[in-house]
């Protein structure tokens, strides 16, 4: 008996849950779906990654629905105002287009619009060990060291900074022909940004010497002044000259005052009484 109850009540709990889960899901079912109509407007996005100094063609450009309200500013909404113009800064997949990154339409497209006023690009070759095991990348800074002796000697051989604080425009490789050979090889190029006199010092250093570049933190603003280090001072054979401190001038010594000699007297007892007596 008591097993028929307990049967009993396990198909009243199975069927009421399994009306009520059924009755929730049809009743959601039929809920009315809300639909928000939220205002947009035509946006130019770039329709791949596109890298600075590239040219907008038609084919790298395209139209997506954006919200009004989210607009960026200066976003354009025409792709034909934009083909032609060259990009001053790397853009991603889907990014709108906006003014802070492009040429202005007389620049053109390539390196030059990039380089800013009163500078210079200048492109010097490097290996793998120069360029920082290739953590020298567009945007870094980094400091230029020359190796070079001015007298041929190499107990006169010296290393020093010569440009602090120099930024990378452009790191990459390029195909030139072996002068032996030849044959095509890669060469590794990095380009810095500097002004015309750091310009002069950079050819003078990559001429006549070897340069290595020294990669820094870009909030690191100091450049420090440095003696540069010899072959000598690096076994401790020499060392650097002391710097002068300020000369002393000699003063003529002044004799101190002699203090003058007692008068000579003389002791005279009478009784229980003393007294003294100049003499002469």
Request: glycine residues 10%; hydrophobic residues 40%; without cysteine.
């Given at each position: 008996m ?7 009540v ?12 059924y009755g ?37 450009l ?10 960026p ?35 053109g497209?390539?390196l030059?619009?990039i380089?800013?006023?009163g ?40 290393s ?12 990459g ?16 190029v ?19 010497g070897?340069?290595q ?13 440095t ?22 001038v ?31």
């Amino acid at each position: 008996m008591n097993r028929v109850r307990i049967f009993t009540v396990f198909v009243i709990a199975l069927l009421a849950g399994g009306g009520l889960a059924y009755g929730t899901y049809d009743y959601l079912q039929n809920v009315p779906v809300k639909t928000v109509t939220v205002p947009t407007r035509q946006v130019v996005v770039a329709n791949a990654e596109l890298s600075l100094g590239t040219e907008l063609r038609r084919d790298d450009l395209r139209m997506v629905e954006w919200p009004t309200s989210a607009v960026p500013e200066g976003a354009f909404d025409n792709p034909g105002a934009l083909v032609g113009r060259g990009l001053i800064a790397s853009i991603v997949r889907n990014e709108p287009i906006l003014p802070g990154k492009l040429a202005s339409k007389e620049a053109g497209s390539g390196l030059p619009p990039i380089i800013p006023t009163g500078k210079r690009a200048m492109s010097v070759r490097v290996n793998e060990v120069i360029g920082v095991a290739g953590y020298v990348l567009p945007g870094t800074h980094v400091d230029v060291l020359a190796t070079q002796s001015p007298t041929n000697r190499s107990e006169d051989m010296t290393s020093k900074v010569v440009l602090s604080n120099v930024q990378v425009l452009t790191a990459g490789t390029r195909l030139e022909q072996d002068g032996k050979d030849g044959k095509p090889m890669q060469v590794t190029v990095v380009t810095l940004v500097v002004t015309p006199e750091e310009a002069e010092r950079l050819t003078l250093a990559s001429t006549e010497g070897k340069i290595q570049l020294a990669l820094r933190n870009p909030l690191d603003l100091e450049s420090p002044e440095t003696s540069g280090a010899k072959p000598g001072m690096l076994m401790g054979y020499a060392q650097q000259r002391p710097v002068a401190g300020p000369r002393r001038v000699a003063t003529p010594s002044v004799p101190a005052p002699v203090a003058p000699q007692p008068a000579p007297t003389v002791e005279i007892i009478r009784g229980d009484k003393r007294s003294h007596v100049v003499v002469g």
